[in-house]
């Protein structure tokens, strides 16, 4: 792998830091004081004083930002032959006798690009769409396979629609698994997949629509597997499928992807906007090296919103289920890997995400560690510069199981003699407004596993009035996503550390531990005898809510308050401890959120924003 230093020395940055703080909430658990490791002398920020979140436009710990193809690059150029409405949709005339017409010209393109001799983004061959005659610029295109060493560059002005028929998507041709409500979920390729490829990349300042909110089509006559609406008024969207697998049928919708990306090397999104995605936007699976830079998701757009789902509800980010925005995480091994050299772990490794705006809903991002042991590990990620809007928050799980067998990893530290799943992740400069959950992190005992070294700081959250799903908490850290039957693989959350988080409206807050004997776990199977307690260890510096909490909910915690200190009740007692460094000075001012909150660039966000007093 080309692993960036820079990139993985940032997604490091505070692990030292958080070592020594952890070392204060071990004496603490032992008995000891803690004296000699006060949380005093190891709590600081990176950052300056008074840094005002989301303001930065440059950042000299990054690495550079990537370019769009240089001329020499372009290896095709495919004018577009549609032409999008004025709401940026399509009309239904526009597949109505071939469901996905570009398919085969782009597919064409893509493989005689074929590059296996690229060395990064700046060696690689280019696709481009671009408008073509008498304003047309709109594509429309199943699934596409993207080959190593190739960008596909989508020009100003111009969309790539995602075919509304689901046989497009079918991963073997003739077999409908595609489109249809299951108890499992992989039965769709995605619109653009990346399997075991080296340096590839979508780029450029168009646009891919999933057309989630639109009726979908075939290409079969008289297709028996195209669901219909219940109430025989045309056929179901890929949204409707979504709100009735999980809201009415407790199953999964096999819904196609934006962009999965599985198993290679060095992929990069760069300043592309994805929207209205049938379900996750993008999915990075067992990749060593992952950018997003100056990505815009919107799902989702005002002209679905304006229309109504199979039951009546308005389009929204709450009934567009399962769209997630960004998903980085381990897979399980790779043995067979023709055409990109070396070993592949499955590990998740040496991922930026950067200048990024995501509004969607479900998980603006969730980082994922796997499922059982034998996937591999997911580390060094760094999160900076961002802003999220509608959806479930920066998340970190719910699988958190992956340690490649237990194998030794040189770019992992074990906690403890125990070598993490997940970790070394740095999230900073962040904005999230309007995710009914902020920052997360959420396992089970079905799939859990050690996470450790994780930081956030300088952060600003604003919370949303109310939540479909239940209480918006800003805070929330739990190993109880789901009550499951015991599968032993216990959560552990270490080395938590929140440094310039202010929380500027009302909310509730949740830090626990994982005990196999919590009341939380009241019948579910398997309880282990004696009891698995995994306390959680989690520090905070100038943690601050303007608004006092809606809830508060502590259990199985050590907990280290640095001389920043917090606004946040936290008391010893009833598995819980707590260390407490003396008050700072007082220029230890709250983080700056009075220039955070701003509407989704380039367009307007829908819906009302709960005021504050941020200053």
């Keep these: 792998m080309n692993k960036n230093p820079a990139l993985s020395a940032l997604a490091r940055a505070g692990v030292a830091w958080l070592t020594a703080a952890s070392i204060a909430l071990t004496l603490n658990a032992c008995g000891g004081d803690g004296a000699d490791a006060s949380p005093a002398s190891v709590q600081k920020s990176d950052a300056p004083s008074g840094f005002p979140v989301g303001t930065t436009t440059y950042d000299a710990a990054l690495p550079p930002e990537p370019a769009l193809p240089l001329a020499p690059q372009i290896c095709a150029t495919l004018p577009a032959a549609l032409t999008a409405q004025a709401n940026g949709l399509l009309p239904d005339s526009a597949d109505a006798t071939d469901t996905a017409p570009d398919t085969a010209r782009i597919q064409t393109a893509l493989d005689a690009c074929k590059n296996p001799s690229s060395t990064g ?12 005659p ?3 610029n709109a594509f429309i295109a199943g699934a596409l396979n993207l080959p190593g060493g190739v960008t596909l560059w989508i020009d100003t002005g111009v969309t790539l629609f995602a075919s509304r028929d689901p046989r497009q998507y079918d991963k073997v041709k003739g077999t409908a698994s595609c489109g249809i409500i299951t108890p499992s979920d992989n039965g769709c390729l995605a619109l653009i997949n990346a399997n075991k490829i080296a340096n590839g990349a979508v780029v450029g300042d168009g646009v891919i629509d999933g057309r989630g909110g639109s009726p979908l089509i075939s290409s079969v006559a008289n297709d028996p597997n195209l669901m219909k609406r219940p109430d025989g008024n045309g056929t179901m969207s890929w949204w409707d ?3 009735m697998a999980n809201k009415v049928l407790n199953q999964a919708q096999n819904n196609p992807r934006l962009i999965q990306i599985s198993n290679g ?10 929207q209205n995605a049938p379900k996750f936007h993008v999915v990075s699976s067992g990749v060593e090296g992952f950018t997003a830079w100056g990505v815009r998701i919107y799902t989702p757009t005002a002209a679905y919103e304006a229309m109504t789902n199979y039951l009546g ?6 009934t567009a289920k399962n769209t997630d925005g960004i998903d980085p995480g381990s897979s399980g091994p790779i043995t067979s890997n023709p055409g990109n050299p070396g070993k592949l772990t499955g590990d998740a490794s040496n991922m930026l995400i950067a200048y990024t705006s995501i509004r969607t809903g479900d998980d603006n991002m969730a980082i994922k560690g796997g499922t059982g042991t034998t996937n591999g590990r997911t580390y060094d990620i760094t999160v900076a510069h961002s802003r999220f809007y509608s959806g479930h928050g920066m998340s970190i799980g719910s699988e958190t199981a992956g340690t490649d067998n237990g194998a030794a990893n040189p770019d992992v530290a074990p906690v403890n003699g125990v070598l993490p799943s997940l970790s070394n992740v740095n999230v900073y400069d962040l904005v999230i407004d309007g995710a009914d959950n902020g920052l997360r992190i959420k396992s089970d005992w079905s799939r859990g596993g050690l996470v450790s070294n994780i930081r956030y700081s300088n952060v600003c959250i604003r919370m949303p009035q109310s939540s479909s799903d239940g209480a918006p908490q800003a805070l929330i850290f739990s190993p109880y996503y789901s009550a499951t039957k015991n599968g032993a693989l216990y959560p552990s959350f270490q080395n938590i550390a929140l440094d310039g988080v202010r929380i500027v409206n009302a909310s509730s807050f949740t830090f626990q531990g994982f005990n196999s004997a919590s009341p939380v776990l009241q019948g579910a199977a398997g309880w282990p005898n004696p009891p698995v307690v995994n306390p959680l260890t989690i520090s905070l510096n100038n943690v601050v809510t303007d608004v006092a909490p809606s809830s508060f909910t502590v259990a199985d915690a050590l907990v280290s308050i640095g001389d920043g200190g917090t606004s946040l009740p936290f ?13 700072g000075p007082a220029s230890a001012a709250p983080v700056d959120c009075g220039r955070a909150f701003a509407p989704f660039p380039g367009q307007q966000v829908s819906g009302s924003r709960p005021s504050s007093s941020e200053s």
């Design 313 to 318: 509800m308005p389009y929204s980010p709450d």
């Design 121 to 132: 983004l700046a060696t690689n061959k280019a696709v481009r769409l671009v408008t073509g």
């Design 241 to 243: 499928i979504g709100w």
């Design 571 to 583: 008391a010893a007692g009833g598995g819980v401890s707590v260390t407490r460094a003396a008050a």
């Design 265 to 274: 090397r060095n992929f990069t999104l760069y300043r592309v906007t994805l």
């Design 134 to 136: 008498n304003g047309a």
